[in-house]
């Protein structure tokens, strides 16, 4: 069965330091994987998705991901906080074996703190 | 904006009551989605449609059910409420170019926040 696993439920930055959030995803197959954040109060809105086309994947505002297979990871990073970057951020898989659905599993999110 | 709607924003009830959560997809997209969003279960798939059809069941209680109208808006009906189903109810849609499977880039509504009294 598909599962992420996004490690840390809680990370603090400060404005300006390096943002990197993981996750991880258990899939027998190549899998589509996502990233969204949640603003407070707010849908979901799609940071970033990995189609197999490229390992990197650059997205809205800054983040950008990296596939690595052998790791089965798909951490999302950004290189200088801002303060508008506190929200909840959400890994997500949609794979094979579900039959024809793009239905999506999340991760438990993680809440992202930047202090000033 | 996402262009999904949903409606209504808060919705108060008592335990035993049938509400209905309503979600207009963004115009043109023939697939919806369905979540639900608590504490203790985090976000979970429900539901999915396809151009009116029920495409995917996930962890959907059989007290809830959902239908797809031929205008594409979708209606989520949740009966016989308990404490536990408060939580937030997400709706999400996508375009179809991939025949509402795997890889399509879904769009998600502000949600709907249901609390049972």
């Known amino acids: 069965a598909q599962s992420v696993t996004q490690l840390g439920s809680h990370v603090s930055v400060s404005e300006g330091a390096l943002v990197l959030l993981r996750c991880n995803y258990s899939s027998s197959v190549p899998p589509y994987l996502f990233w969204y954040v949640q603003y407070p109060n707010q849908g979901l809105q799609l940071l970033l998705k990995y189609t197999s086309a490229a390992t990197l994947v650059k997205g809205i505002n800054g983040f950008e991901a990296e596939f690595k297979k052998s790791e089965t990871s798909f951490h999302l990073t950004k290189p200088s906080a801002h303060m508008s970057d506190a929200a909840e951020y959400f890994c997500a898989v949609s794979t094979h074996g579900s039959g024809n659905t793009g239905k999506l599993i999340f991760g438990q999110g993680t809440t992202l703190q930047v202090k000033p | 904006d996402s262009g999904v709607t949903q409606t209504p924003k808060h919705l108060i009830t008592a335990t035993g009551q049938r509400v209905t959560l309503r979600c207009s997809p963004r115009?043109?997209?023939?697939?919806v989605y369905w979540y639900q969003q608590s504490l203790d279960q985090g976000l979970q798939f429900l539901i999915q449609y396809y151009n009116g059809e029920e495409r995917a069941k996930g962890n959907i209680l059989e007290r809830f059910s959902a239908q797809q109208f031929p205008d594409l808006h979708s209606e989520l009906n949740l009966s016989s409420l308990e404490l536990g189903d408060s939580a937030l109810y997400f709706c999400?849609?996508?375009?179809?170019?991939?025949?509402?499977?795997?890889?399509?880039?879904?769009?998600f509504g502000p949600g709907t926040r249901l609390l049972v009294l």
């Open positions: 999400a849609s996508s375009g179809g170019e991939l025949a509402g499977g795997l890889g399509e880039t879904q769009y």
């Open positions: 115009s043109g997209d023939l697939s």
